[in-house]
């Protein structure tokens, strides 16, 4: 199998070479340069990303705001600058053959702002251009979370849920999609901790280190595998996957924010240092927040603390370049009510729990090794080679009192490279291979799953070719992965994932895109191996070493329009998945909770998400949305679990010089179209408010944040926690953070 990969890796090669050869000679190249100034004041910004959308290339600025692109092929492209909350509408440029052409940009606060995305196709572009459905969270957004979990700080986003077992364990769900089928990464490599195995497992975030998130909805498996079927959330550095060029000088963030209700507070601070060709790095932080209160009293077990820091250095030359750091977090939170859970007492009925029971925590070490290396400007009809990988340790202790229940541990190396052909005028495209060694066992009263070596290999592309008003995207990707588990047989499962989509100009701003998925998963670990009782899934877990691999084919088609007054889009998606791996139940009880099979069946989600932001004046606008998600086992017509209710917001934003109001109400309905383990969840109403105020120089930005959540301080439940019927959702409270940027 292993020779069948490599052999169509070098095919795939060849053919790309025989097919852009031609398509790299013609006119002569161009220049595009310009300077970048903040609106009003007559200084440089420092900095600041400048991106041609067309090629998917980026440059920034310099001390002086002047950037600059060469070579740059003759053509008509649309040019964005975008510098943290500052942004300016796109501008279009004709590039003659070996001409150069100046562009000049003056950056102000607006509510509008070009989002930026780089995971959705390996290249930054902007939301509004790329084929699937994405949402970018800046730093200017991620300052005001100050929140210790992932799913924390997306819940609310447009089809973004989460799924919890209290406020330390949150992790997104994606239009209905949660565990394995969402795969979580840093810098476009997989985090390696084991949130996606249980809902008492943690997925932390220092928010405050990252440029943004950004958040690529339906199969992203074409570039990052085959557990990306229900999406990818992407945390963004400067340092490993923006930075290849050098920047002279000193820029950074200091940060710091207290909140009330659960008594937060944290604080990080970052910097970044070049000199020459050379650039070094650190930053560091830590966050700690006590029990919350809902308004039915306080509930119990649910602090959290983080530390986290890194470090690294890089050489960027004309050509090569790499660059290599280390980043460590280490926390602690509680979970709460699992305790009740943690009886081990077969004759225990259902409902009938315990509370003479021990506090159950959970403390980790998450430890990253992470290398990045290539060579650009290669002059053949491959611009750009690019190596990543990282090795990553994830150490998971699960605490009842004092004593240690279970210990994790997990190791895992991962590695992708890529290939960046020769940017075209028609033609923009890569390909590449990834791949993964990982070691994973566990020990105590929830291993599960005996020691297990897991190994994967893939090897993808995806081109895009571009006829002015309309775009086509094509892709494949062969993924290979095995499990060899001790005293058990080995498996292995290969499969293919391909995507084709269309993306049409209708009119000036407007667009429709349509993509048809074929999705392939493996099955996970857990689900081949486990057995016992697990506490985190509230099950009883029995595996299948018999599963074969899912295979899905999706439609998201998407209407969009991006203009100075009016912003929009409208999200269909239908996805069918051939052998769907779920948690049957067997109508039997072991140690108190239900006896689940991981068994297959087909089963079907589709949904729609909505979004519609106008500017009644260039510093009010109203903005509102609306997502829903229908997903079921197909020949039962069984509902699956944990799935979102319809959702829906309204708010608005006002912005006056640097300030900005922004109170919106978010509802839900009532979630009755249940699993048969779960009970229904009641509608709610809930209001938040957001301020921001920001003071923009040439060399730094004052951020000061004010948030207000559930206003009303109303009673509401998470119909994603896997404790809703015991605890409800945070009560009313507010944040306040500072954020000092210098650049």
Same mark, same amino acid.
């Given at each position: ?10 095919? =795939? ?69 975008? =510098?943290? %909350? ?29 989002? #930026? ?26 300052? %005001? ?10 819940? +609310?986003?447009?089809? *973004?849920?989460?799924?919890? &077992? ?15 089928? $969402? ?37 992203? !498996? ?43 507070? @944290? ?17 560091? @932080? ?52 699992? /305790? ?10 259902? @409902? ?48 009842? @009192? ?33 791949? $993964? ?11 599960? %799953?005996?020691?297990?070596?897991? +190994?994967?290999?893939?090897? &993808? ?12 995207? *094509?892709?494949?990707? &062969? ?127 589709? /949904? ?25 086992? !197909? ?38 179209? #249940? ?27 004052? $951020?000061?944040? *004010? ?28 944040? &306040? ?7």
């Amino acid at each position: 199998m292993r020779e069948r990969i490599i052999l169509l890796s070098n095919l =795939m090669a060849i053919f790309l070479a025989v097919v852009c050869v031609p398509l790299s000679f013609g006119q002569p190249d161009g220049t595009l340069r310009g300077t970048v100034k903040v609106q009003g004041a007559d200084a440089p910004m420092h900095n600041a990303t400048v991106l041609i959308i067309q090629l998917g290339r980026a440059a920034r600025t310099d001390l002086e705001g002047v950037y600059i692109f060469e070579p740059v092929p003759p053509g008509t492209y649309d040019v964005v600058a975008h =510098m943290h %909350a500052l942004t300016d509408e796109r501008r279009t440029v004709e590039i003659p053959p070996g001409g150069t052409v100046t562009l000049d940009f003056e950056l102000k606060l607006s509510p509008l702002r070009q989002e #930026i995305t780089v995971t959705a196709s390996g290249h930054e572009e902007t939301t509004f251009d790329t084929f699937q459905a994405v949402t970018t969270l800046d730093s200017l957004q991620l300052s %005001a979370k100050n929140a210790f979990a992932l799913g924390e700080v997306l819940d +609310n986003q447009l089809g *973004v849920a989460k799924r919890s &077992f209290g406020p330390g364990s949150a992790r997104p769900v994606l239009r209905g999609f949660d565990g394995d089928r $969402v795969l979580i990464l840093s810098d476009g490599l997989p985090t390696g901790t084991l949130s996606s195995q249980s809902g008492e497992h943690a997925e932390p975030i220092d928010a405050a280190s990252l440029e943004r998130v950004e958040i690529v909805k339906g199969p992203a !498996t074409l570039l990052y595998g085959s557990n990306a079927i229900g999406g990818v959330v992407n945390a963004v550095t400067e340092h490993h996957m923006l930075h290849e060029h050098p920047h002279t000088g000193l820029r950074g963030y200091v940060s710091s924010g207290v909140g009330s209700n659960n008594n937060s507070a @944290g604080g990080s601070a970052g910097f970044e240092y070049g000199v020459k060709n050379w650039l070094l790095w650190g930053n560091g @932080g830590r966050q700690v927040a006590g029990d919350y209160s809902s308004p039915l009293g306080r509930v119990e077990n649910s602090n959290t603390r983080l530390s986290s820091g890194s470090m690294g250095f890089g050489w960027f030359g004309s050509r090569p370049f790499f660059s290599a750091g280390y980043a460590v977090q280490d926390g602690r939170f509680g979970v709460p009510f699992a /305790g009740e859970f943690h009886h081990h007492d077969d004759s225990a009925e259902e @409902g009938n729990l315990t509370h003479d029971h021990a506090q159950v925590d959970e403390t980790f070490t998450w430890q990253n090794v992470r290398f990045n290396t290539g060579i650009r400007n290669l002059n053949s009809f491959l611009e750009r080679f690019r190596l990543i990988g990282n090795f990553t340790r994830w150490i998971h202790r699960e605490l009842e @009192g004092q004593e240690i229940a279970t210990t994790f541990d997990n190791k895992s190396l991962n590695y992708r490279g890529t290939f960046d052909q020769r940017v075209n005028r028609r033609l923009l495209g890569s390909f590449g291979f990834q791949g $993964v060694h990982r070691n994973y066992s566990a020990v105590g009263e929830e291993a599960l %799953a005996p020691p297990v070596t897991q +190994n994967g290999i893939a090897v &993808f592309t995806l081109q895009e070719m571009d006829f002015e008003r309309v775009r086509i995207q *094509v892709g494949g990707r &062969f993924d290979h992965t095995s499990y060899d588990p001790l005293g058990l047989p080995p498996r292995s499962f290969t499969g293919f994932s391909g995507a084709a989509g269309i993306r049409i100009g209708l009119w000036n701003h407007g667009a429709l895109v349509t993509n048809y998925t074929r999705s392939y998963r493996s099955p996970a670990l857990e689900e081949l191996y486990n057995y016992g009782p697990h506490i985190g899934n509230l099950a009883f877990e029995i595996g299948n070493p018999g599963l074969v691999g899912e295979v899905g084919d999706g439609m998201d088609i998407s209407l969009r329009h991006s203009s100075r007054s009016v912003r929009a889009q409208g999200n269909f998606f239908y996805y069918r998945l051939r052998n769907f791996v779920y948690m049957a139940l067997t109508g039997e009880t072991m140690h108190g909770l239900r006896v689940v099979n991981f068994d297959q069946a087909d089963s079907r989600f589709r /949904g729609v998400e909505t979004s519609l932001d106008v500017a009644l004046h260039p510093n009010f606008w109203i903005n509102m949305g609306m997502d829903a998600v229908n997903a079921k086992l !197909t020949q039962s017509d069984t509902p699956l679990p944990r799935i979102p209710p319809l959702r829906g917001r309204i708010g608005v934003d006002a912005r006056y010089r640097g300030l900005s109001v922004k109170p919106e109400l978010i509802m839900a309905n009532a979630q009755d179209r #249940i699993f048969p383990t779960e009970t229904p969840t009641a509608g709610y109403s809930i209001v938040n408010l957001d301020t921001f105020y920001i003071i923009p120089k040439t060399h730094t930005a004052h $951020v000061f944040t *004010v948030t207000v959540f559930n206003l009303g301080n109303r009673l509401y439940r998470n119909h994603l926690s896997f404790i809703k019927d015991l605890a409800p959702e945070m009560g009313r409270g507010v944040r &306040f953070n500072y954020t000092l940027r210098f650049f």
